[in-house]
């Protein structure tokens, strides 16, 4: 992570960030085991959401360490479809960057399944033109997260909140300790 998702100046210094490694069925049905870096004061906490999210059979379609924000270019993680968390970069809307630290630069925010969660604009923009399907949130398609679903209550069963609330844009994919 040294000189790509954590560098000197991110708000949170590498030793307060902890590395976890949980099992989670994948969109193939089989049982996979990936890698995420969160902050030290809630891995115990997300660790239990993904542990439901097993249970629940929830599928994932890949777990793995966040790549490194460069401006300009869109974030290869949501086009594989990458359940990350830690990422020292600002804040992303539809529109690009913001001025604004992401909740990910302190390890207080997860996106999961970004490809089939969506950002999405309120007049139903998308970034990434592979999402372009999953703007229909009466679909049921794997990895879709839905109001009330287990993803959500897992979620908030730790007091977080999620970007499918948002009134101002919907990030389907975005769970964070703020809200924001």
């Given at each position: ?25 994948g969109f193939d049905g089989e049982i996979k085991r990936g890698p995420m870096v969160v902050n030290a004061t809630v891995a115990q ?136």
């Amino acid at each position: 992570m040294r000189g790509t998702t954590w560098k000197p100046g991110c708000p949170v210094p590498i030793s307060d960030l902890r590395l976890l490694r949980f099992n989670y069925v994948g969109f193939d049905g089989e049982i996979k085991r990936g890698p995420m870096v969160v902050n030290a004061t809630v891995a115990q906490d997300v660790l239990s959401v993904f542990q439901q999210l097993f249970e629940a059979r929830f599928p994932l379609k890949r777990v793995a360490l966040a790549t490194e924000y460069k401006p300009k270019h869109d974030d290869p993680s949501q086009h594989r479809s990458v359940t990350a968390s830690f990422n020292c970069r600002p804040a992303i809307t539809t529109s690009g960057p913001t001025q604004t630290l992401s909740q990910h630069s302190y390890g207080l925010a997860v996106d999961v399944n970004p490809l089939q969660n969506p950002e999405v604009s309120l007049d139903g923009r998308v970034r990434d033109k592979a999402a372009r399907i999953y703007r229909d949130r009466a679909l049921d398609l794997p990895g879709m997260i839905h109001a009330g679903d287990v993803v959500v209550r897992a979620f908030a069963a730790i007091g977080w909140r999620w970007g499918g609330d948002w009134s101002s844009m919907k990030d389907y994919m975005h769970f964070s300790q703020t809200g924001t």
